[in-house]
């Protein structure tokens, strides 16, 4: 295997490129693309590249794209006219580039060669299909139990059930081009035989059976694309297909290869042959094998590839780390396996090392750990959150920004630990959260959010609101076996009423808002991860909503249904919040991500399951020379000599080093390794390929080896502060609204304007016959009424919410006819404004439910949160700051409003009670220069900002963003446009940019 020069790279052939961690591997691609447009003057739309997941498609485009660009502008005056006409073809038509992922390649071949295939039926693609599954399990298990004698039925285990049952089929569905075998023994009688028996009769039926079902139901799972794809391809007798694709496509690039499995590869071969076909992708990177990834397909089809490629630089990590790296892995057979070897790589960037306290330090610690149980590891876990708090708080910890180009202090976000399981990764978060410094800590993770508790909760919710006349369901929903009132049943039924009226994320936020159910959520255990899914859950029941019709009972049942199918890649858990958290996640979820530090604690892999019975064990599953071997017996599933379970255990002693490179090399700075092994293993245990590289490590002017993390010596610092000095510098300012808190220091728009100079601007009643009281609380008051109105309200409506929530002040009181003239001044304004035509915005009283949000809650960052640049930015708009030097790493609010307009612009509108003597334009701009309502509304613009972009992909704030509304309330009326002061997006978005950077 030699190493790639991208300008001699062949292009016309079969080609095979191992790229290593960090070696730039979709750069390469963007290149190889390149090329092609260059020299073999291919269209875009003829060059197709296929990935792994949706997400690597939408980079895998945008990176593809930033190479054409570049080269397209740095080479403009050498180029061809026809290289030049096609590079702009390319960039003006890129979207036009096919790039897939396997199962999305295989969707458009079957729809758009239907002719060809000779497929004209019409089949639903379904995300899940585990209930159909289910569904064929339980017929099997139905009609094969009626076919047992008693005798052999009294011997089946106590807990055989249909479940049971399924784990014998996981493997056959995760690998259908299988061979389903039996150990070829007579096995005594007994119940773990018998269910041996079933397992393998449903085996050899199932994937038969469920193909059926799910022809009978005119419905496709994802592996069906493939196995389609793969039939059409292998009865392509005529190359009626073979054609039709050569004529659409020129080039094919697969992007990790290491990941395909051999249907996959000989779909590509067929389709491609003869053609510049690419394959790039790393075998000590193939850690798929429980979702059917095959490493043995990708070492098949290198064996077939004259042409074999590496990249041999590394652009990810520092170059000590690098020389590390290279040399734990330079033994003997690292990966087990004699066809995947490791190649050295160089470092292809000149990065800075790491400093403690201003000194260079080794960038890989090895801290060996000898357990008889593992029990006796929980210390170790207690020093690795030592470490981290001595490197955040006790150290001055330095590395090089390479997206501002300066040397910095570390953040918490700059910490990895890569666990084997979500388990532990929950038990590293709530460590570091109840730590003595509370410091923050999240988890990545690709679990999806209908398989979390916020799900079950959300479900148990909705079916109380749809029927909140069954005490059982509300009960559920209260999660308390008490006694009813109707009390406890009437939010429930409002809730009810408002979702039919004005959908599910009107009815769901208004029953937590009546509930206070947000804060208590917050503060339990667990917080924020749950608040987080159910604001996402939330938000895909109102999509929903858009598509099927607001209609309970239905949106109910397809709750449900996305409960039991579990969602695709848009229903992944998100993040609990980006703020400046260590990162917490599985190796598997690490993949392809890289950290300035990473701690890796647990390397080690159970030989043989411990407290399950035998057949509740899926059954072995090895490769046998060129085929895939299911085997079920009760006998191979011991670790003995040469049985399926054995040959099994060698593959996972594979898979277990390409998982212990995939930790290891994420990475940029500095690497912490627990080889944690047993002092004395037992008969059915193996030690883990990553406990036997780590073995081999012995310290050098690169690696550290330790007995504890806590014995680690740092040198001395004369920049530290003493710990008195560093704890007298946090103290939060005076003002009360300021507040610390454990984890983090807080502000928000009413503390920061508390610090400008005091401008006095006009604060006097409106002269009018009806005097409104003036004050705090009737300020909130109206805020109320405001939040809580129907847009569309009928006058009824108006009235009856102006009764219920001014009715029992004695200022509004029945009683006195000037009571009842306030309200119905109270009722006009709410009229007035309503049906106010606000420009290109339209009418509040035309806005949707679904398209408008009250009291939309932010917790933006504000870590550099910079007084001076905000006066700079807003210039005449603010008054000055008394002082420059606030201290806050967050800022928090609410705006009063969100809405999106008749334009389809995105407007914020912010309800003011305000007794002003003048409501028109002058006297509205005094009032919000005097209340620094400008930078008010430049926060909120800037919180909007970042939840938009969140939310929606490649998001154009400037385009979609109308402006900002403040409607003083007192002032509107049917005239003229007094009391409503209107800022536009453009002039907010002009200079939004540069203050996002302020907080």
Not at 357 to 366: I, R
Not at 422 to 434: E, H, P, Q, S, V
Not at 673 to 690: D, F, P, Q, R, T
Not at 778 to 791: A, C, K, R, Y
């Amino acid at each position: 295997m030699q190493p790639l020069d991208i300008n001699t790279l062949p292009l016309n052939e079969k080609v095979l490129i191992e790229a290593s961690a960090g070696t730039g591997k979709t750069y390469t691609i963007g290149l190889i693309v390149l090329r092609l447009l260059l020299e073999k003057f291919l269209p875009i739309e003829k060059i197709v590249l296929i990935t792994f997941t949706e997400a690597a498609t939408a980079e895998l485009k945008k990176n593809t794209s930033e190479r054409i660009r570049e080269y397209a502008s740095n080479n403009s005056e050498n180029l061809s006219l026809t290289q030049k006409a096609n590079l702009l073809d390319a960039i003006a038509r890129i979207d036009e580039m096919p790039v897939f992922t396997i199962h999305g390649f295989c969707k458009r071949l079957l729809s758009e060669f239907a002719y060809e295939i000779g497929n004209f039926e019409e089949m639903e693609i379904i995300v899940n299909q585990r209930d159909i599954e289910n569904r064929v399990v339980a017929d099997f298990w139905r009609r094969e139990i009626e076919k047992l004698g008693n005798s052999e039925i009294v011997n089946l285990p106590d807990k055989f059930s249909p479940e049971i049952l399924r784990t014998g089929i996981e493997n056959v569905i995760n690998f259908p081009d299988a061979k389903i075998k039996c150990e070829d023994k007579k096995l005594e009688k007994n119940g773990d035989n018998l269910v041996a028996e079933l397992q393998h009769k449903m085996g050899k039926e199932f994937l038969e059976a469920l193909r059926a079902e799910k022809k009978k139901l005119k419905v496709m799972g994802f592996d069906d694309l493939i196995m389609n794809a793969y039939k059409a391809v292998k009865e392509d007798g005529e190359k009626i297909l073979f054609k039709a694709v050569q004529k659409k496509y020129e080039a094919i690039l697969v992007d990790e290869f290491q990941d395909t499995d051999k249907m996959q590869f000989e779909i590509f071969s067929y389709l491609f042959k003869g053609k510049p076909f690419f394959m790039i992708g790393d075998p000590k990177q193939a850690i798929y094998r429980f979702r059917g990834g095959d490493i043995y397909a990708y070492l098949a089809a290198k064996k077939e590839s004259k042409y074999q490629y590496t990249l041999e630089k590394n652009f990810r990590s520092q170059k000590r780390l690098l020389c590390a790296l290279n040399k734990i892995f330079n033994i003997e057979n690292p990966f087990e396996n004699e066809d995947i070897k490791y190649i050295n790589v160089e470092s292809g960037r000149d990065l800075p090392e790491l400093t403690i306290n201003g000194k260079e330090q080794k960038p890989l610690v090895l801290r060996n750990a000898e357990y008889k149980n593992k029990n006796e590891l929980n210390p170790v876990k207690q020093e690795i959150i030592r470490e981290i708090t001595h490197l955040l708080h006790e150290t001055d910890t330095e590395i090089f920004d390479k997206d501002t180009g300066e040397i910095r202090k570390i953040k918490a976000q700059d910490i990895a630990i890569l666990t084997r399981t979500n388990g532990d990764a929950k038990k590293y978060r709530d460590a570091l959260r109840k730590s003595e410094k509370n410091i923050p800590a999240i988890i990545r993770r690709s679990d999806s959010v209908f398989k979390s508790d916020a799900a079950d909760y959300i479900m148990s919710l909705l079916t109380a609101f749809v029927h909140s006349q069954k005490e059982s369901q509300v009960k559920a929903a209260l999660m308390e076996n008490k006694e009813l009132s109707s009390e406890d049943i009437k939010p429930f039924a409002e809730a009810f009423d408002i979702w039919k009226r004005y959908g599910i994320m009107r009815a769901v936020n208004s029953f937590f808002d009546s509930k206070h159910l947000w804060g208590k959520i917050l503060n339990a255990e667990n917080g924020e991860r749950n608040a987080t899914n159910l604001r996402q859950l939330i938000w895909i029941l109102n999509e929903e909503e858009k598509l099927f019709g607001r209609v309970p009972e239905r949106m109910l049942r397809r709750f449900a249904e996305l409960i039991k199918q579990g969602g695709g890649e848009e229903c992944e858990e998100k993040l609990e919040t980006d703020d400046d958290a260590v990162q917490i996640m599985t190796i598997h979820t690490s993949k392809g991500l890289q950290f300035p530090i990473v701690f890796v604690p647990d390397i080690m892999l159970a030989g043989e399951m411990k407290g399950i019975s035998v057949y509740e064990r899926t059954p072995p599953i090895y490769h046998s020379k060129n085929d895939i071997i299911v085997e079920y017996a009760i006998s191979g599933r011991k670790i003995d000599e040469n049985s399926a379970r054995l040959k099994e255990q060698n593959e996972l002693l594979e898979e277990s080093a390409r998982n212990f490179y995939v930790a290891v090399t994420r990475p940029i700075y500095r690497l912490y390794i627990v080889n944690a092994h047993k002092l004395k293993l037992n008969k059915n245990e193996i030690l883990s390929a990553g406990q036997k590289i780590c073995g081999n490590i012995s310290e050098d002017e690169n690696i550290q080896v330790v007995d504890s993390f806590a014995g680690i010596e740092y040198p001395k610092s004369s920049h530290l502060k003493s710990k008195k000095e560093q704890d007298k510098e946090l103290k939060p300012p005076k003002s009360k609204d300021f507040q610390i808190t454990p984890a983090w220091l807080q502000t928000s728009f009413t503390a920061i304007s508390q610090n400008l100079e005091h401008k006095d601007h006009t604060h006097i009643l409106q002269q009018t016959e009806i005097k409104i009281p003036a004050g705090k609380v009737m300020g909130t008051l109206l805020h109320s009424i405001f939040e809580n109105v129907d847009f569309d309200a009928n006058e009824n409506e108006i009235r009856n919410l102006v009764e219920r929530k001014l009715g029992g002040f004695k200022e509004f009181s029945k009683n006195t006819d000037e009571g009842e003239k306030r309200k119905a001044w109270v009722e006009k304004q709410i009229k007035v404004i309503l049906n106010k035509n606000l420009g290109e915005a339209g009418k509040l009283c035309e806005i949707d439910a679904s398209n408008r949000v009250a009291e939309l809650n932010f917790f933006m960052k504000a870590e550099n949160l910079d007084l001076k640049k905000i006066k700079e930015v807003m210039q005449e708009k603010i008054l000055d700051f008394e002082k420059e030097d606030l201290l806050a790493k967050y800022i928090k609010g609410a705006m009063d409003l969100v809405f999106l307009g008749k334009d389809k612009k995105y407007y914020i509108l912010d309800w003011k009670s305000n007794s002003l003597g003048d409501f028109s334009e002058a006297g509205m701009e005094e009032a919000m220069l005097g209340s620094a309502y400008h930078l008010q509304y430049y926060i909120y613009a800037a919180a909007l900002k970042r939840w938009l972009e969140q939310i929606h992909e490649n998001f154009n704030f400037k385009e979609k963003f109308g402006g900002a509304y403040y409607i003083f309330v007192r002032g509107v009326n049917e005239i003229n446009s007094d009391g409503i002061y209107f800022s536009s997006g453009k002039d907010i978005a002009d200079s939004i940019e540069r203050l996002d950077g302020s907080f």
